[in-house]
C-alpha cells in the first residue's frame, strides 16, 4: 500500500462536523458555513447566494452544495444565480460535500463548499 501525505497549503480542511457545527481547520464554527481557500464565512442558506457570488465568482469553478444530513435538491433560483455567475453547482448530503472538498482541495483544485448543518 502506497500512502501519500496531504498538504492543503494556506487553505484549511474539514476536519469534522456534528448536529448544528463544522469543525475546519481545527476550530468550531456554528451554524451553516461557506469554506473555501480563502477561508470561512457564516451562510444564511439558500437565500444567501451572494454570499457565494459576490466573493467566490472568479475564484472557484464548482461550489459543492452540502444539503443537511440527506442529499436534496437546492432550490432552482440559488441554482441558476450560482451558474449565472460561472460556478457549477454539485448537491450532496453535507458529509459527502465535506469529504470531497478536503479530497479536491488537496489536488489543488478551484472549489468551495456551502454546507447546511446535518
Do not use: Q
Not at 1 to 10: A, G, K, P, Q
Not at 94 to 115: F, H, K, V
Request: a negative charge; proline letters at 6%; aromatic letters at 8%.
Amino acid at each position: 500500500m502506497r500512502l501519500n501525505e496531504i498538504s492543503y497549503t494556506d487553505a484549511k480542511p474539514v476536519d469534522g462536523y456534528g448536529p448544528g457545527f463544522f469543525r475546519v481547520g481545527g476550530e468550531v464554527f456554528e451554524g451553516h458555513v461557506i469554506v473555501s481557500p480563502k477561508g470561512v464565512t457564516a451562510w444564511g442558506g439558500y437565500d444567501d447566494v451572494t454570499a457565494i457570488t459576490d466573493v467566490l465568482a472568479g475564484e472557484i469553478d464548482v461550489v459543492f452544495c452540502g444539503t443537511g444530513a440527506d442529499i436534496a435538491h437546492p432550490p432552482k433560483a440559488f441554482r441558476e444565480a450560482l451558474e449565472a455567475a460561472g460556478i457549477g453547482v454539485e448537491p450532496m448530503s453535507s458529509p459527502s460535500a465535506a469529504r470531497s472538498y478536503n479530497i479536491l482541495l488537496s489536488e489543488g483544485r478551484r472549489i468551495a463548499a456551502a454546507m447546511l448543518t446535518v
